[in-house]
């Protein structure tokens, strides 16, 4: 059999791929983004969906992608969706119904949750968000797994008519490994939906919905007890210790036991919802059971919850593991137990940080410099921001940020800011961003005209996640106008330090201004640029 | 076997490039590998760190677990330091002399090389000169590779396979300068692990490397600069190497051999002997 080296990512899009996938949907964001880029880079020289072929195109956001996949999904066809771990808020509203409508076609729907919160807001664990739509989960723990688990998964989806969700963490997305390959399937033929009512949650049609929703239950609880996602190994010589290990962190209790120490009884967990009956056997069967999960303490809350479990269960609640944070083979080997092993120690010598940073030339800089210089003459101005490079603002020397919640929250807080009272309230959003969620809260602020001045930062790409296409390029003026800002206080400036004096002069008018202006800086990002 | 490599450096140095080719040469040779790499937000400028696994068993744990670490490559000596307690004790450091000062705080170099210095099981490199030597700065990274394969348990065959495989994209003229760029990093670290082991400093190791053409120095060559490294000329010899005196160092044993024979007077006649014009 082919043996490829894949990222985690790039498993899951391939297995996708071999499941018969006609339609990948997302928006880029770490830890996922390469999953859809994959798909692009391996279908986007082939036939037209009608010919086999798939469709990939990046959308506005994650709830258009999540709703553009339920459309090919209603056509009978598979699709994939995926984004990181706060898309599914953004796609929240599609996702929980889509448990409730069902599907035709197979959904897979890939969350990639970040725990350490490498390139993040926050460590929200997506298994809960599974739960939560009561729909079925696989946790991945190699890049075999997430290959054989998306193809797999298609059949799943089907059979259940179900989406189902494949919770993804940074670690794994992230690893390369050798992945063998299985034949790709025919994809689904077109087939449209022959149950209309049961995609139109009209509230008769939902209440039936919605009770059969919960009827499924039972049948998803017998398939994740018996799928092979899901392993007890009862050790019948240590009654001692019992571990139950999710996702990645089975690796590292496999990576501690690996010197031929002998392991205890565990139970490996890759599917949801929690199996009931192998999580009772293994309590059943040993004095107390420590449970080793990325993310949340989701399983552990579970079985100790309200009342308590019938014996000690450690793990992220108990303090047996940091309550946050990425899990790592060392701090599962505290957990176990073990000593530490021997390792050389540090020279005492002073290692500066080095925190990302925007890059040299990068027009944001540009952009911050006249910002800067606001708020060296108004010492009251309060900048909103937003998620992408220009996030970095926030550190020396430009801090030029007060804010960054989610993606448009920028205008958004901006608004209310200014509702409140403060003077002057500045906001920046890079183009992509405005796209994603930008142009909602700015309908609102044209027509209210609150008094900000939002910078739209056009650099022409998604620049944060690697150079992605931005929707913006090209239409972003246009757009701003057809949202209703007077034309009179829009204005493209072009980010470059030659231009400083005029931008400076033409801002600072807007500033002053009792309204709402928007200034567009644009110059191309210097890394796509470059790569042109 | 079990290699475990942390790969360090600051984003943009080239750490992708240099897992791509260890993991062809770990395929080709039959091995398994797990590569866990930093994308997103950490790559713009900031520190960057790579866990690269090979074996010829399953390996578990994406990350290398502290204290089993077999190798610290690093692209930007600094970054080496921050690795460290990864390794086991007879784990080894192969890091470039040459700093990336992109932070208001950066410490003098030699407190920083002298620190790497002090390890067990290090190699010190000039990363940057040998690039460029080869045809680009952007090279360092397989100079890294180069000064860290013997530490690999890879054939070297299957790496330079790698290192045009990586490169075939860019054309036959790219390719050569990564391959020579490898070659003259493994030179490097040849001619500095024997002269630490003869007694030569690594302050002299790394004067006198960085002025070899294409890092290389034969063996035989090794005693005799010890012996003008330990002569009262030493210092001046040093000092020379380490001058902005433009010129590439003869480091045959013969010139070796001439600087110690003729110590008094070297002083005036030390650049046109050490220097080839």
Redesign the interface.
């Known amino acids: 059999m082919e ?1 490829r ?1 894949l ?1 985690g990512d790039e498993a899951i899009a391939l297995g996708a791929i071999h499941a018969g996938l006609s339609g990948a949907y997302s928006y880029p964001g ?2 996922a ?2 999953i859809f880029e994959f798909v692009h880079r391996e279908t986007h020289n082939g036939p037209p969906v009608g010919e086999g072929g798939v469709h990939a195109v990046w959308s506005a956001n994650e709830k258009v992608a999540y709703e553009e996949a339920l459309g090919m999904s209603y056509a009978g066809r598979r699709a994939l969706v995926s984004f990181k771990h706060v898309g599914l808020n953004v796609a929240a509203d599609p996702f929980m119904n889509s448990g409730v409508s069902g599907v035709d076609g197979g959904l897979l729907v890939c969350s990639a949750d970040d725990p350490g919160m ?2 993040s807001q926050n460590e929200q664990d997506s298994r809960i968000y599974a739960w939560f739509a009561m729909i079925p989960a696989v946790e991945p723990c190699t890049g075999q797994e997430a290959y054989e688990m998306t193809r797999e998964g298609y059949e799943l989806s089907e059979k259940l008519r179900l989406p189902i969700m494949i919770r993804m963490v940074t ?2 997305a ?5 992945v063998e390959l299985a034949p790709r399937r025919e994809p689904n033929p077109l087939r449209p939906s022959e149950r209309p009512a049961d995609w139109t949650l009209l509230p008769a049609n939902a209440r039936r919905l919605f009770a059969s929703l919960a009827e499924k239950q039972a049948d998803m609880l017998a398939w994740s007890e018996s799928c092979r996602w899901n392993q007890l190994k009862l050790n019948p010589k240590s009654r001692k210790l019992g571990i139950i290990a999710a996702g ?1 962190a089975y ?2 209790v ?3 036991y ?1 010197d031929g120490a002998e392991m205890p009884s565990i139970l490996k967990i890759g599917a949801y919802p929690i199996p009931k009956r192998l999580v009772r056997e293994l309590i059943e069967a040993v004095d107390e059971v420590l449970v080793l999960e990325d993310g949340y303490p989701f399983i552990e809350g579970q079985i100790v919850g309200l009342l308590g479990a019938p014996k000690p269960i450690h793990g992220r609640l108990d303090g047996a593991v940091p309550r946050t944070g990425e899990l ?3 701090i599962v ?1 505290k957990a176990l137990g073990m000593p ?20 040299d030339g990068c027009p944001h800089i540009d952009s911050y410099q006249i910002v800067r210089e606001i708020m060296d003459e108004l010492p009251e101005t309060r900048v909103f921001g937003d998620i992408g ?1 220009y996030t ?1 603002g926030a550190y020396p020397p430009y801090q030029t940020i007060h804010s960054c919640i989610d993606m448009g929250a920028s205008i958004s807080m901006a608004m209310g800011a200014a509702q409140a009272g403060m003077r002057p309230v500045l906001c920046t959003i890079g183009d992509s961003t405005f796209i994603h969620s930008g142009m909602t809260p700015l309908i609102g602020a044209a027509q209210q005209n609150t008094p900000m001045t939002v910078f739209i930062l056009d650099n022409s790409t998604t620049a ?3 150079g992605q296409d931005s929707m913006a390029d090209g239409v972003l003026a246009n757009v701003v106008k057809g949202l209703g800002v007077d034309p009179e206080h829009v204005h493209v400036l072009q980010a470059h330090r030659k231009f400083h004096d005029q931008n400076l002069e033409i801002i600072r008018r807007e500033v002053a201004y009792e309204g709402l202006s928007v200034i567009i800086p644009t110059r191309e990002c210097v890394v796509t640029a470059k790569k042109k | 076997m079990e290699t475990n490599i942390i790969l360090a450096g ?2 943009g140095q080239g750490i992708v490039s240099i ?1 791509f080719v260890i ?2 040469a770990a ?1 080709w040779q039959g091995l ?16 960057v760190i790579s866990h690269l696994r090979v074996s010829d068993s399953t ?11 077999t190798l610290v490559l690093a692209i930007e000596p ?2 080496s ?2 690795y ?6 007879s ?1 080894a450091v192969v890091s470039s002399t040459d700093p990336y000062v ?2 208001p ?3 003098e170099v030699d ?2 090389l002298d ?2 210095a ?3 099981n290090h190699t010190l490199v000039p990363a940057d000169k040998l690039a460029r030597q080869a045809g680009s700065g952007r090279a360092q990274n397989m100079v890294l590779l180069g000064a860290g394969s013997p530490f690999l348990g890879l054939q070297e065959e299957l790496l330079e396979r790698g290192i045009r495989e990586a490169f075939a994209a860019k054309g036959e003229k790219i390719q050569k300068t990564n391959v020579d760029a490898f070659r003259a990093g493994k030179a490097a670290g040849a001619a500095y692990r024997p002269c630490l082991a003869a007694g030569i400093t690594s302050r002299q190791a790394r004067a006198l490397i960085a002025r070899l053409i294409g890092g290389v120095l034969a063996p035989d060559a090794v005693p005799a600069w010890k012996d003008v490294f330990g002569q009262p000329v030493g210092p001046a010899v040093l000092a020379a190497l380490t001058s902005d005196a433009v010129g590439k160092a003869n480091g045959s044993a013969d010139v070796a051999r001439q600087i110690a024979a003729s110590a008094p007077s070297a002083g005036d006649q030390l650049p046109s002997l050490l220097f080839k014009a």
């Open positions: 043996r080296p990222l770490t830890p983004t390469e490498h390139s670690r794994l992230h690893s390369r490994s050798g990645v690796n590292y496999c990576e501690n690996g790592n083979p060392d080997r530490a092993v021997a390792r050389q120690s540090t020279p005492t010598v002073h290692l500066p940080a080095r925190p990302p940073r925007l890059c490079c970095l944060m996640t690697g | 600051v984003g897992s993991d062809m395929i398994k590998f797990k590569q866990a790499e930093v994308h997103g937000m950490s790559q713009r400028g900031g520190a390996i578990h744990s994406d990350l290398v677990p502290k204290g089993r670490g600094v970054e330091l921050r460290v307690d990864f390794l086991s004790p784990g992109n932070v705080d950066y410490p407190s920083v620190a790497i002090t390890l067990p």
